[in-house]
């Protein structure tokens, strides 16, 4: 039986990260694999709200479909924004878990649980407690109706600007009862109890997945790698991929595959499309 590298895929670094390619390549059916958006599947903008996905990266995973058990996205995003941005309707079948998991976009139809009180007091307080931490001119506040994210990318100098928001915006969390989540230049304040490990987790179980493959460039993204491990344990092979960048290197330091940005997860997708179609279900 070939590899998977004699068709061009790339081959993992670690032993586990082998082995699941090879039994996603084996049983595509019993798969689901996850994507996070920022990043991944789209490149990173100054501008949030013209985010779009890599050229050619939807139309990948919409040929994924008809070929694993689930594709999802787990986003930060509200999932009809991720949605909406990426056109990812356009993907059969696809289920978008918005806001790290809780909220969840499936055949055009959002299921949420209202937001918990903290978020309408951090709505009211954070523009002035912005102002007040002497944050550089550019840092803006970005309100996704669950959760409010303070961007620093559009700031004269946005390493300078986290610092100075990063304690403020710790007691304000801590006062709200929300949990702060750090990303690439920008730190949220959202709702506990809910991360994207957990609702992988969810939805392999669910899907009753028996391989899995999760993709992500963020620090958002290491409760789903961490998920992936756990999973392992119980006997279900995963493979985990980093969308790498200069930003955030702790993803790549944990991933089984390091692809370079969404060029390159676009690239890993054709091929491995590819593969599982030469090889054929079973295989
Ligand atoms: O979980 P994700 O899909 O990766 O979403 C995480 C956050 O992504 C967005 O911010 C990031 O992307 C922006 C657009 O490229 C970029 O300008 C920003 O610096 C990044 O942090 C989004 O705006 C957030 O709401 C998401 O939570």
């Known amino acids: 039986m070939p590899s998977p590298q004699a068709h061009g895929l790339p081959e993992p670094t670690t032993r586990a990260g082998r082995a699941a390619l090879e039994a996603l390549l084996t049983d595509p059916a019993e798969a689901l694999t996850a994507f996070d958006f920022d990043g991944t599947l789209a490149p990173i903008v100054a501008d949030p709200l013209t985010s779009a996905p890599h050229p050619g990266i939807v139309a990948a995973l919409a040929e994924l479909s008809t070929l694993v058990g689930t594709v ?31 909220e969840r976009w499936a055949e055009g139809r959002v299921i949420a649980a209202d937001p918990p009180p903290g978020v309408a007091l951090v709505r009211a307080e954070l523009p002035a407690l912005v102002d007040a931490s002497g944050a550089p001119e550019g840092t803006w506040i970005e ?8 961007h620093t990318r559009r700031a004269d100098d946005p390493d300078r600007a986290l610092e100075l928001l990063a304690a403020p915006l710790a007691e304000l969390a801590k006062r709200a009862d929300l949990r702060l989540e750090p990303g690439r230049m920008v730190i949220e304040l959202r709702p506990q109890g809910v991360d994207k490990g957990a609702a992988l987790t969810s939805l392999v179980e669910e899907r009753t997945a028996q391989r899995v493959l999760y993709a992500g460039d963020d620090l958002g993204d290491l409760p789903a790698f961490a998920a992936v491990a756990a999973l392992r344990g119980r006997g279900v092979p995963g493979l985990t991929v980093c969308s790498s960048s200069d930003e955030v290197t702790e993803v ?28 054929g279900p079973g295989a």
């Open 252 to 279: 790549a330091d944990a991933a089984d595959l390091v692809v370079p940005g969404p060029a390159g997860l676009a690239e890993l997708l054709g091929r491995l499309t590819e593969r599982i179609r030469v090889r």
């Open 143 to 150: 309100d996704k109706g669950r959760s409010l994210a303070v």
């Open 72 to 102: 999802a996205v787990i986003t930060g995003r509200a999932a009809a924004t991720a949605v909406r941005l990426g056109g990812l309707d356009r993907v059969p079948g696809i289920v978008v878990l918005g806001h790290y998991g809780a």
